[in-house]
């Protein structure tokens, strides 16, 4: 009895098992399905959909699975629904329904296939044949009925078609870029940005091809309107092509020269054979730069207004047109109406004009050229010379660099040394006032050492690579301010530095800024109770500044310009450590990273030290 219990169970489960492997077919299918298909059970509610039955209704399979299915289901055949979607759209399909079984459940099988397009064009098309058949095709203009946004063409009356030789039947279901009326692909993009835009379109000049190849210009006009329930466009082109030939030939005949004379800024003079060079036309450059009105001018020659400075000049030009038919890019020297002498470039080519041949002559004044490129060359030989100083006086600087690193630094090291021997050695017998002058050469050296560093690295400053990375300047800052209590522990400062602060700059130089200014900061707070030094940021003239402000001695603004002299010090600063170079220093590094640096203070009272980076 157990084992036909077991058998039983095996069986079912084996059941079971073909079951989930078919529902897994099943579902694989459906996914894949261009229709759509939903799984309805007997309560009518959605148990599966798939991608297809998804877009139909305008949401996601997940949203559509738990709902109430609300439309007929027919089991006898096949019958069209309009749906609804969740989107506004109407979306009419052809459904229908079988039984099935779907996880162990009495189910429905309900297939929907998208039939809207098809629909809505056989619609469209049946609306338009019978309100607009009979005056649609007697336009003249071409007409064109497409829907959007599909850009499929609806119908076209017979203009387009004897226009662009494309027959109604061709055009019907095709896309506007399938039936390639546009010369310029562009112009249907315009059309349809105009129509998504404003709705219209008015008067658009387009050079249109036919089925040939052949182009016609064209006015097209369009709008949009509604077909039964469809957006559609309705486009008119008038075809004016002949109309902008006339046009064309019209505007040619009316401006003989207008070409030459009125647009071209050079200056222009048709003259007649090169023997009488009688001036038969000039324009208004012409007025402008020799001073004589073109009354004065035409009739007479070049020779008669005397404008060549040196007469032998015309006889070359006019021995090089009857050589070569042309002259180009002449340099040649002229003289106005008032005497007065000007360079010009001068290029001329015989023309023909009512079947005469003439002289065109084309002037360029480069009178200003020619002196620019003067002062230009005198200033290149003046950089040239200020750069022969430069480099001389970088030489010289490294030099000296060498020198201070080297000669000035040897015999201090000597100094200092005998002091130390002169203590250890003869201390005992030296007097109290001997020890201290002893002792005061031996501060004086390390003093000397100091600011021979402070040279070097300042004039390194110069001459350094930029090196850019992400910089944290919160972070380094936070190093700087425990390298400072470090050093003087029993000092009770408070530091408020802002978080999350990074830049784009060089690591080791932005380091030697915040060295500076938080030292400048714990500096000058020595003689406050409770000091305090804040760095944050803040916005100058819309872009990101940089603060580090305490609440020390201060300055007065009037000494502001002046912090930043290298071996400056304000009046007072005595009683403070210093060589002077510190606030010089980060000028020069801020200035390489393409920023700028202001200070702000009052005496007594503070102060605070701006900066910008170059992003």
């Given amino acids: 009895m157990r084992e036909n219990s077991d058998e039983l169970k095996a069986q079912l ?21 261009r229709d759509g298909i939903l799984i309805v059970d007997r309560r009518r509610t959605v148990r599966h959909a798939n991608p297809a039955a998804a877009t139909i209704f305008g949401c996601t399979e997940k949203e559509l699975e738990g709902e109430e299915y609300v439309y007929p289901l027919e089991l006898d055949g096949t019958t069209e629904l309009k ?11 052809e459904t229908w329904a079988v039984e099935t079984e779907w996880d162990g ?21 049946r609306e338009s044949e019978e309100k607009f058949s009979r005056a649609f095709m007697a336009v003249p203009n071409l007409l064109i009925v497409a829907t959007l946004p599909y850009e499929r063409y609806v119908d076209v009356n017979e203009a387009f078609e004897r226009t662009c030789g494309w027959r109604r039947e061709e055009v019907f279901g095709r896309t506007l870029a399938e039936i390639d009326i546009w010369k310029n692909p562009a112009d249907r993009s315009r059309l349809i940005s105009a129509l998504q835009q404003e709705g219209r379109l008015r008067d658009l000049e387009i050079v249109f091809l036919n089925r040939t190849g052949e182009t016609f210009v064209g006015l097209l006009s369009a709008e949009l309107t509604e077909l039964c329930g469809i957006t559609c466009m309705i486009g008119i082109i008038t075809d004016i092509t002949e109309r902008k030939r006339a046009e064309e030939a019209l505007r040619l005949s009316e401006e003989k020269f207008a070409k030459v004379f009125r647009y071209v800024p050079s200056l222009l003079v048709v003259s007649s054979t090169l023997k009488e060079g009688r ?41 090089t047109i009857r050589q070569k038919g042309e002259v180009r890019d002449r340099e040649i020297k002229f003289l106005d109406k008032c005497g007065k002498v000007f360079v010009g470039l001068y290029s001329a080519t015989i023309i023909e004009i009512d079947g005469e041949d003439c002289l065109l002559s084309i002037l360029n004044d480069i009178t200003e050229r020619k002196r620019q490129e003067e002062e230009i060359e005198i200033l290149n030989i003046d950089l040239a010379a200020r750069a022969l100083e430069l480099e001389t006086a970088n030489k010289e600087l490294e030099a000296f660099n060498y020198s201070v690193s080297h000669d000035l630094r040897r015999p201090l090291t000597a100094i200092n040394a005998y002091c130390q021997v002169v203590l250890e050695t003869c201390g005992g017998s030296l007097g109290g006032q001997c020890r ?38 919160s972070g380094m800052a936070q190093v700087v301010a425990a390298e400072l209590r470090l050093a003087e522990p029993e000092r009770l400062v408070t530091f408020r530095i802002a978080e999350g602060v990074t830049v784009d700059g060089d690591t080791n130089l932005l380091r030697v800024v915040l060295d500076n200014l938080f030292g400048n900061a714990w500096k000058y707070t020595a003689n406050r109770k409770e000091a305090t030094v804040e760095f944050g940021t803040t916005v100058i003239d819309g872009r990101p500044a940089y603060f580090v402000r305490d609440n020390g001695t201060g300055f007065t603004m009037t000494d502001a310009e002046k912090l930043f002299i290298p071996f400056h010090r304000l009046p007072g600063s005595g009683e403070f450590k210093g060589h002077g170079i510190g606030l010089a220093t980060v000028e020069r590094i801020i200035r390489r990273h393409g920023g700028w640096v202001l200070a702000e203070g009052e005496a007594g009272k503070g102060a605070t030290f701006y900066f910008t980076l170059q992003a």
């Fill in 83 to 93: 749906i609804r979607a969740r989107d506004g759209r109407t979306v009419m399909v």
């Fill in 436 to 473: 201290g002058y002893v002792r005061e050469i031996y501060d004086g050296t390390l003093r000397m050492n100091e600011l021979i560093d402070v040279l070097l690295t300042f004039s390194r400053l110069a001459h350094s690579e930029l090196h850019r990375e992400t910089v944290d300047l």
């Fill in 13 to 33: 489960e084996q059941k079971r098992q073909q079951l989930r492997a078919c529902n897994k077919r099943i579902r694989a299918i459906m996914t894949k399905n």
């Fill in 279 to 319: 001036m038969i036309e000039v324009n208004a450059a012409f007025e402008k730069i020799f001073k004589y009105t073109r009354e004065e001018a035409i009739g007479r020659s070049a020779l008669d207004l005397n404008l060549w400075f040196d007469p032998e000049d015309r006889v070359r030009v006019i021995q």
């Fill in 105 to 125: 459940d009495a189910a429905y099988f309900v297939s929907l296939h998208n039939v809207t397009e098809g629909k809505l064009a056989e619609e469209a098309l």
